[in-house]
């Protein structure tokens, strides 16, 4: 959990990332593009001890020196490139470094940047390579030495990759991928690295190896598994542009502490709630356990995680950290476990109870804990019986734009959102920016619309009117804190459109088609379960065309209102 107000210990050091570069060396092999892979040895304090890595390490003060050896990029077009204010040719010139070091592979040519053979023979190479780790000389020695330069432009920015927070050796490290130059092959240090492998990215994820892979090794493994040849995955590289900086954080899971990736459902809550990396936030949603995301909001899962439900219905609870009572939103579905829960885990007093909508895996509980807790139950009667709560019975009926103040710091709005339900209702915790979206938005997929309480263009429109509210945080009715409000409400309208223009084109050039004919070609990839349910959205989409004169229907066959 977070820290709770007035805590009054000292902040975790948070430890300084060290700048390093990584070299993804790949060639083409019998069965496809192949990648080198080390292993690393073991050593105290290394977290990839024993794990297959890329070669690569941290930059070295005398990597600058080298700008002048290298050939086809200068440090301004590298800094660029890699978005810094300079130095940026230092991590391509510590990735080839480091490749000579621990592998024996040099990316070099001659002044004019034609590739070189590198005439120097096994014996006298091994004793440069040591003599260069060993501090007794430098790889600029080298290559004067030879006359030889180095060729940064054989590598491509591929990608950086930043260590969670928390850990006690971080790196900020860029990815480089390079084609192994022709007539070299590989000669490990027997110090840092034990062994070496070359082998195809979709044979190292499927556990060919006799060790483990790191996280960022195995995410750029996954990313590289699809390319036919060691040229097309490096001219892939060299067009990249606008390559985004990666920082997995750590989050506790059933195993333990764990990487979570910024794709993950939890990703965001775990920077919210842990920003220092300490392992104190949950990555899975574990029905019945109290999570505290704020002073004044908890959360309490439901345990019916299901197709529809996902992770299951959370229950949250809102309050002023300085006030004696809390509020209640969605109780959640008429479980007894569940019930149990909320009662253990509210932090006061329950005096209210409000609901998003009427659906039964928000809304039955209320009975109940209102029966338990004497607390005023507030929200609106459901419009239809399908799929409804019908024996919900509000002692309050709230009307859009309602402030509820809950505490002299905690301060409710409510915001009619009509669509996935006509009855649906959203509420605005103003102090911290915070929407209770119930289903309105939901977390991991979209929100089913089933006509006749269900409406598209309700719907559309109630997404489209959030976007002038000032949100930092949707907390949804089935999922993770989501941040960047804005961006998840415009990705669900423009899945919408998109989803809506599949609709039309499956129209166009009908002589007319039933739902069930459009269902196969709109909703083509989702899975055969789910395909009931798409079914009612896909109505919905039909019916919206329809009040909008682009659709009509004629026995019970769909065209377009012009075919």
């Not at 990555?283 to 002073?295: A, H, I, M, N, T």
């Not at 253990?344 to 809304?363: E, L």
């Not at 004497?374 to 024996?391: F, I, Y």
């Not at 798409?534 to 989409?541: D, E, V, Y």
Request: net charge negative; aromatic share 6%; hydrophobic share 40%.
């Amino acid at each position: 959990m977070q820290r709770p107000a007035g805590d009054t210990r000292a902040q975790p050091t948070v430890a300084t990332p060290r700048p390093a570069a990584t070299v993804i060396v790949a060639r083409d092999g019998a069965d496809g593009m192949e990648v080198l892979l080390l292993k690393r040895a073991e050593r105290s304090g290394d977290r990839s001890s024993g794990a297959y890595v890329f070669p690569g390490g941290t930059l070295d003060a005398g990597d600058r020196d080298l700008h002048d050896r290298c050939v086809g990029l200068d440090d301004a077009a590298a800094s660029v490139r890699l978005r810094l204010p300079a130095g940026g040719l230092d991590y391509y010139v510590a990735a080839i470094r480091e490749c000579f070091e621990e592998a024996g592979i040099l990316f070099a040519c001659d002044a004019a940047g034609n590739a070189v053979a590198i005439d120097v023979g096994p014996e006298e190479l091994e004793r440069a390579r040591a003599a260069i780790r060993r501090g007794e000389s430098t790889l600029r020695a080298f290559c004067e030495a030879h006359r030889i330069y180095l060729a940064a432009d054989r590598l491509a920015y591929h990608s950086h990759w930043l260590t969670p927070r928390g850990l006690p050796k971080r790196f900020d490290t860029r990815f480089f991928v390079a084609v192994l130059p022709s007539g070299q092959s590989v000669s490990i240090d027997r110090v840092e690295t034990l062994e070496h492998r070359w082998i195809r990215p979709r044979d190292a994820l499927a556990g060919a190896l006799d060790a483990r892979l790191p996280n960022a090794t195995q995410h750029t493994l996954a990313a590289l598994a699809d390319f036919p040849s060691a040229r097309a995955c490096f001219e892939h590289a060299q067009a990249l542009r606008d390559i985004a900086l990666i920082e997995p954080r750590i989050g506790v899971g059933a195993g333990g502490p764990q990487p979570v990736m910024p794709e993950h459902p939890a990703y965001a809550e775990i920077g919210r709630l842990d920003p220092d990396g300490q392992g104190i936030a949950c990555c899975e949603l574990v029905p019945g356990r109290l999570v505290r995301l704020s002073p004044r909001v908890y959360r309490v899962t439901a345990p019916n995680g299901n197709l529809m439900t996902g992770p299951g219905t959370n229950t949250y609870f809102v309050g002023d950290p300085q006030g004696r009572t809390w509020a209640v939103i969605d109780p959640g579905p008429d479980d007894a476990d569940h019930l149990a829960a909320i009662l253990a885990g509210a932090p006061g007093p329950i005096s209210r109870i409000f609901v998003t909508h009427t659906h039964k895996d928000h809304s039955p509980l209320a009975r109940e804990l209102k029966a338990r807790t004497g607390a005023q139950l507030a929200g609106m009667r459901p419009l239809h019986t399908q799929w409804q709560d019908a024996g919900f019975a509000p002692d309050v009926t709230l009307r859009d734009g309602e402030r509820i103040v809950l505490g002299a710091h905690t301060t409710l709005r409510v915001i009619h959102t009509p669509g996935h339900a006509s009855n649906h209702l959203c509420y605005l915790l103003e102090e911290e920016k915070t929407l209770f979206t119930g289903d309105h938005v939901m977390q991991g997929s979209t929100v089913v619309i089933n006509p006749p309480d269900g409406d598209m263009a309700a719907y559309l429109a109630s997404l489209r009117a959030l976007l002038a509210e000032d949100l930092e945080w949707l907390a949804p009715g089935h999922g993770f804190l989501i941040a960047r409000p804005h961006e998840a409400i415009e990705r669900l309208i423009a899945h919408r459109a998109a989803r809506e223009a599949r609709v039309l084109r499956a129209l166009a050039g009908r002589p007319g088609a039933s739902v069930d004919e459009l269902l196969a070609e709109v909703y083509a990839e989702t899975p055969a379960p789910l395909l009931p349910v798409a079914r009612r959205s896909l109505t919905a989409h039909l019916l919206k065309l329809a009040a909008e004169g682009r659709a009509r229907e004629e026995g019970g066959r769909w065209r377009t209102a012009v075919g």
